[in-house]
C-alpha cells in the first residue's frame, strides 16, 4: 500500500508514520528528515539546502523529488510506503505521478492554535530521529531520548518566525493539495487534533489493514 501523508507541520505526520514502521512494517521516508541529516553532515546537498530549511521556506523542487526518486528506485518493499511531507507543492505531485500510483493521501487536518502549541513544545532526536514532545508525548528523563539517551534539541525550524512562515508556506503550497487528491478521490480525512493513540486508530481503520 503506498500511502502519502499531507497536512501542516506539527500535525503528527512524522509520529504516525513511524507508528506504522514499527507496528506494521511500513517504509517510511521524510524527505524533511533526509535534509536534516545532510545539513547535520555538511553535505553539499546540506549546504544547498540549509537556508531554505532553517527559515522555513521550501527547498528547490528539483532537490527533493531526486531524493524521493532515488528512494523509490532502490526501494524493496513488502508492506507498504509511507511519504511523509511529500508531495509539497503541485509540481512535486506531478513529478511523484510519473513514478507510483498513491493508493491513499492521509489529510492530517489540525488547527493553528494545537499547531503552535505543539510546534513549540516539541523536542527531537538528531542521533535516532524520534520526536518527544514536552507537553504532550515527553521523555521518560528530562531532555535525554528515551531510546539512545542522546540530549534531545529543539530544532532550528520551530523557532516562532520559522513556524509562521511555514504555516503560510503550508497554506499557499501544501493545502491545494487536499482538493487535487480530492478530486482524484484518495483523500482521507483524518483529525489530527485527538491523540497520538487515537490518531493511529483512525489510520489504521481508514487504511483498513490488519496488523501481521
Ligand atoms: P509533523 O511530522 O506533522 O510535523 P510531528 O509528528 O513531529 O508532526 O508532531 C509534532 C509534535 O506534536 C511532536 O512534538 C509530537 O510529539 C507531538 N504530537 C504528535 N501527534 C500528537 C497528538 N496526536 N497529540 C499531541 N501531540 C502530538
Ligand atoms: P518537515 O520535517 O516535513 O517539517 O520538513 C522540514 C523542512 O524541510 C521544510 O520546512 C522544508 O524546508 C524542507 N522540506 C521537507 N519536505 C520538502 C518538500 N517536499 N519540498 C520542499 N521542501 C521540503
Redesign the pocket.
Known sequence: MKLV?L????????????LLRKNYGFDHI?T?EVLRQEIKKNTKLGKKVEEYVNKGALAPDPIVTKIIKKWLNELDSKKGIVL??FPRNLNQAESLEEDIKIDYVLY?DLDEKNIIK??S???YCPNCKK???L???PPKEDKLCDNCKNELIRRNDDSPEAIKKRLKVYTENTHPLVKHYEQEEILIHID?????N??FNQVIERINIEKT
Open positions: 501523508f497536512g501542516p507541520p506539527g500535525a503528527g505526520k512524522g509520529t504516525q508514520a513511524e521524510s524533511g511523509d511531507g492530517f505543539r510546534l513544545n516539541r523536542l520526536f518527544y514532545n507537553k504532550y508525548n489530527a487534533s485527538k491523540n497520538i487515537e490518531v
